[in-house]
């Protein structure tokens, strides 16, 4: 890609966007002078659509006017969904079932797919997971009665190096695969923004005998997934970052539909239960066929509702361009980054296909000052101990101008 210093480059970027469109569908914050800030941060909490208040308001609506008889619009109110949730993921529709929060359906898929043995119990993650994940598996793996000292393994970047080497995960599992009963991966590291090998480090899995399942979080709505397709066991995800359902939004599962039947472990739940007998309140469990047999609850329907609004956005955006224009505002910023501070690190793979919309920059000098000052000028930029700016320049509303502005912003205070 050929980029140039001259901001009016971002400006003719901008003009020939095939989705500049879609920015006008979500609400920008404004700062005191009535003028948008920058925002840089979907990867943390994504924008609201303008859309979003009529979806819900539309179910608040139907709650006032019926009461209880609402229940028959909402009782499959989570099947509104599936398709789009199938198609942004790679999967098949009974594969996927939105519910819950992220850490919530880790649990319960762990509960399933982590069945340690005395010579198969270690899980493996990345060194520097998001804590939620290792308080999840250390969790787990106590509860299980095994030490999480010798059944946890971090695999983490070599010294001085900030990435995982894909070769590291291989020779480790080629090495010592007979002892692990799960391999649990982000998707997208959360720090450092690398994507993973998911298609590859699930082939390594399962040639060791073990169970492979992702956390998502960053990497439904930024990444292309064929989950299906690449035989991942298990995967969860939330909707609140760059699927911009709204705080609190309940997230999503995958379960591959080799498991169709389960017969394993499960928390099991009224939700999951067989719909034609669900409300013949029977004592027997007999869950749905698929991922839907995961759920325990009923859908919670207003949160839902917010989730339709932004799903129906990216379903017209379209994931394919999405990235198209995600790998370009990625390196675009990239390059500036370069031209005007050299002297900040970037964390982030260099490589185009092992990143998202996210950059992680290192500050060496007064780092907690300079994101202090983005933030006070309207550059809503994130903060990570010790020194990193995340930095997410997200195709569905962001702009090439913003992230001209933004690193011209950050060289006058560098």
Known sequence: MNFSTERQFALDCDTDDSLAHIRQKFSIPEREDGSSVIYFSGNSLGLSPKSASDFVFKEMDSWAAKGVLGHNRWRPFHENLTESTARLVGSKSDEVVVMNALTVNLHLLMVSF????????????????????RYAVESQIIFHGFDPETSIVEIGPRKNEHTIRHEDIKSYLEEEGESVALIMFGGVNYYTGQVFDIKSITQLAHGAGAVVGYDLAHGVGNIPLELHHWDVDFAAWCSYKYLCG?????????????????????????????????????????????????????????????????????????????????????????????????????????????????????????????????????????????????????????????????????????
């Open 114 to 133: 982590y069945s340690p043995t005395k010579s198969r119990y270690k899980i493996v993650i990345e060194k520097g997971a998001f804590p939620s994940d």
């Open 246 to 414: 709204g705080p609190g939004c309940p997230g999503g599962i995958f379960v591959h539909e080799k498991y169709k039947n389960f017969q394993g472990n499960r928390f099991a739940g009224w939700w999951g239960q067989n719909k034609e007998t669900r409300f013949l309140m029977e004592p027997e469990f007999t869950p749905i066929t698929g991922a839907e047999g995961w759920q325990i609850s009923n859908p919670p329907v207003f949160s839902m509702a917010s989730l339709m609004a932004s799903m129906e956005i990216i379903d017209l955006a379209g994931m394919h361009a999405m990235r198209e224009k995600s790998e370009r505002l990625t390196g675009y910023l990239e390059f500036l980054l370069a031209e005007f501070t050299p002297e900040v690190e970037i964390l982030t793979p260099g490589n185009a296909s092992e990143r998202g919309c996210q950059l992680s920059i290192s500050i060496p000098e007064n780092g907690r000052e300079i994101f202090n000052a983005l933030r006070a000028s309207g550059y809503i930029v994130d903060w990570r101990e010790p020194q990193v700016i995340r930095v997410a320049p997200k195709p569905l509303y962001n702009t090439f101008a913003e992230v001209w502005d933004f690193a011209d912003k950050l060289k006058s205070l560098m």
